[in-house]
């Protein structure tokens, strides 16, 4: 944890004009448009806004963000922790590099991630015979954009497992196994209780990220209202249509669970540093 | 190396290790490398003269330089501002601290489409400071290079600080400490000790914020509309080559983006593992 | 028989060189015994250790429990108990849970892991701390959680991995009488990795010495101690006056002591000797001697139950002895004084032939 430093000789002046500046810029940055936001949406008032928010495609694309926001977790969970671990735990050819390739979903640009897909699983696409045999529709349908989301959220909980796992060491499990216990047990029993915290936190990430992914879903979905429009395609939308009730309460309610998150978030960063 | 009778039998677990592997890379292959291989294929379907022709047409090159010199000085803004972010939260000690270490995170915890919303609220004529600097300055904010330079800055504002704030908590006070009493002033003592300490995760930081700026999408389209020549970054106007069906200019563009995150992210892991190395 | 290793070979291969971390090493521990594997870091011995419990697989060779040929059989299926160096407690696990788990993987009943468990807590002296979490505990209660867990599905074979190596002085002078007692109450074949010579001396049936991943010497302690076999022995345990000599006209002199060169002692002329003596096989007396040598106290320091003196003789001749704490007053020695000396016995290598020790041989020296 980070050390307390002795604060003798700070000039006071320093300090609180440093202090303040960063206050000020992050009231401006963030305070300002979220206050702004909500000041608007309540001068809209709770009769427009609900009239424009009580749709039943507004509602289905609630629902499927949630639904694409708990493939993400549930893939990049159970996939993101087997990587962090054959990173951590194996030494292969090509492991440094792959390394390296980890934060790349990080980098690109959503339009480029969608559009891959599309080129990937659309006409003439290396993967359109697996969508003709699947009967399946990747492109303009749900799973296309969940593959989407799944590229997009790659990285968080393969990068925050990984540090814990090579913190915690394998002297537990190595201990474990001269007691006799083999490898699921040792995983549920011992691995997974230790990397819970730092899991949970890139769980969290993930989830944010998923929530509020736009344009690989936009453009891999195409966004069509009722069938392929997520939360924040549908404020995309509200906006374009000027129906601004619906656009702003939509994104408050998007904010909120961001902040649920974050609240959850600071929780497991201080557990997973304990 | 030569095989002996007592060279052991491969173990069950060594087995396992192998199959733990091999899902693990081809999930990665499945997700992060084919689709990448798609989009190269198809980017280059017609030879080299065509992608370049696709990159130099005046609105991709138009795109792609606002994008480079929006992201290039938001990464310089953010580099400033997040050094000090990270030396306020790590340095001081002062009533609402924790909270302003929570609130650093809340731009990667917003939706960037919500943030372009609340950046179109906010700085639209209707409200306070578009308003101001309309009447006063004249200043146009929104569907303009100053909205997107906004935008980029608050959707990239935590990754500089996460960056350094961890590279000074390791740091040893006692050679700021030292510093000063050799004479050396505070500031001196900045730019000569925790400075070149924390330089290489500072780059790593702006780098990295700068590889996500290019590609940003969501806060940008609500905020700088969709103007070629004038407010179209190299993101939208994939978007745009995409709606209307020109493949090639897609693609070629995207190749192009590609090929500077991968480059970053890349330079980026140099430089930690280098950093790494430097501390073991 | 306890554990037989046999020809056992381990080479780690790193991206630039080849570390051959155990070269064909053999050796033996009798059933119910507690060995210790004593050498510096590096020398192999942790290599050794995690080779029988089959956390590390052999390049080559064999390893037996119990009479089983083990070497192919995967760690769980082993029997060992393994007491780690860090502990390696499970940090998410009360105390009495670390102490259960084994018993729990072998599907024990619940009433007979409760009994067990609670069985150990006493014997331990950790009856109270059950509920407990390893980060609740010191590093003296660590160490005796890890090896009650170790000791609970009653292994074949104990394994000590420098089990007290991250404990300080005091308490791990407490816990090592104390592994004594429980492995004399218990009866459990037990290997014990170790650097501090003191240690593997004081509580071991037998020592085996290790440097370079190869066995310099296995004995009881007083045999290790007494009649070291090589010179890395005679340097590592316990401390040493060495001396470099060549043979002259027949002779090998040191300070004021003379061997025949052939005869007993078998060297050549011009063969350059490495001789050593123990501060402790020194005679030394305040009063004058006509058979003894004679020297003066250079410096005197304390040891506690002993006196530490540099004694400078005749000839430059310079050397330490260690001399009881009584001894010193009833002599009236002090910084300065004139004494006289006799040192027991010497031990030598002949660096031109090899490194096997051997005694000197006084035969005709003359005074």
Sequence with gaps: MAKSHPEHRQNPWVKYGLITAVAAYLLWLLGLPIFTLIRHTVEIGAGRIAEELWQSEVAHAFALTVLLSLGAVLFNGVFGTLVAYVMVRQRFRGRALINAILDLPFAVSPVVVGYMLILLFGKAGWLQGLAEWTGISWVFAWPGMLVATLFVTFPFVVREVMPVLEEVGTEQEEAARTLGAGGWKIFWRITLPGIRWGLLYGVSLTLARALGEFGAVLVVGAGVSGSTETATIYVYRAMEERMFGGAYAASLILIGFSFLLLLGMEWFKKRSNV | MSTTASLPTLRSWDVKGWGLRAVALSYLAFLLLLPLAALVQDGFREGPGVFFANIFRPTAWAALKLTLWTSALMAAVNGVIGTLTAYVLVRYRFFGKSLLNAVVDLPFAIPTLVTGVMLVILYGPRDLLGGFFHQHFDWKILFAPPAIVLALLFVNYPIVVRSVQPVLEELDFAEEEAAATLGASSWRTFWRVVFPAIRPALLSGVLLSFARALGEFGSIVVVAGNLPLRSQTAAVYVWGEIESENRLGASAMSIVLLACSFTLVLFVDWLQRRKGRGRG | ?367
């Design chain 3, 1 to 367: 028989m306890g554990v037989v290793v046999k020809n056992l070979t381990k080479t780690f291969q790193s991206q630039k060189t080849d570390f051959a971390a155990v070269r064909d090493v053999s050796f033996e521990v009798e059933e119910g015994a507690l060995v210790a594997l004593l050498g510096p870091s590096g020398s192999g011995k942790s290599t050794i250790l995690r080779m029988i419990a089959g956390l590390e697989q052999p390049d080559s060779g064999e390893i037996f429990l119990g009479g089983e040929n083990v070497t192919r059989l995967a760690t769980q299926k082993r029997g060992v108990g393994f007491v780690f160096q860090n502990y390696a407690l499970f940090k998410q696990l009360t105390v009495f849970q670390n102490i259960a788990f084994g018993l729990q993987v072998q599907g024990a009943p619940r009433a007979e892991i409760k009994g067990r468990v609670s069985e150990l807590l006493e014997l331990l002296g950790l009856k109270d701390l059950g509920r407990r979490y390893p980060h609740q505990l010191s590093g003296g209660q660590r160490q005796r959680v890890a090896l009650a867990r170790a000791l609970a599905p009653r292994p074949k074979v104990l394994l000590l991995d420098e089990p007290f190596g991250a404990i300080d002085a005091k308490i791990r002078k407490e816990l090592r009488e104390w592994l004594r007692t429980l492995h004399d109450e218990m009866h459990v074949t037990s290997l014990f990795v170790t650097h501090d010579q003191e240690e593997a001396l004081e509580i071991c049936d037998h020592i085996y010495v290790m440097n370079q991943g190869v066995i310099e010497q296995g004995g009881t302690p007083e045999e290790i101690y007494k009649r070291p076999a090589t010179e890395f022995v005679a340097n590592f345990v316990g401390l040493m006056n060495i001396h470099d000599a060549v043979v002259k006209d027949g002779k090998l002199s040191i300070g004021p002591y003379s061997f025949p060169g052939n005869g007993g002692n078998g060297l050549a002329e011009g063969d350059r000797i490495r001789v050593f003596f123990r501060p402790q096989d020194i005679y030394i007396s305040g009063a004058s001697n006509a058979y003894a040598m004679h020297a003066r106290i250079v410096r005197r320091s304390f040891l506690g139950v002993s006196i530490k003196l540099e004694i400078e003789a005749e000839h430059g001749f310079r050397f330490i002895a260690i001399i009881p704490e009584h001894v010193f007053y009833n002599e009236k020695l002090a910084e300065g004084a004139a004494i006289s000396y006799q040192i027991e016995e010497f031990h030598y290598v002949n660096l031109r032939a090899g490194k096997g020790m051997k005694k000197l041989v006084f035969a005709d020296y003359e005074i």
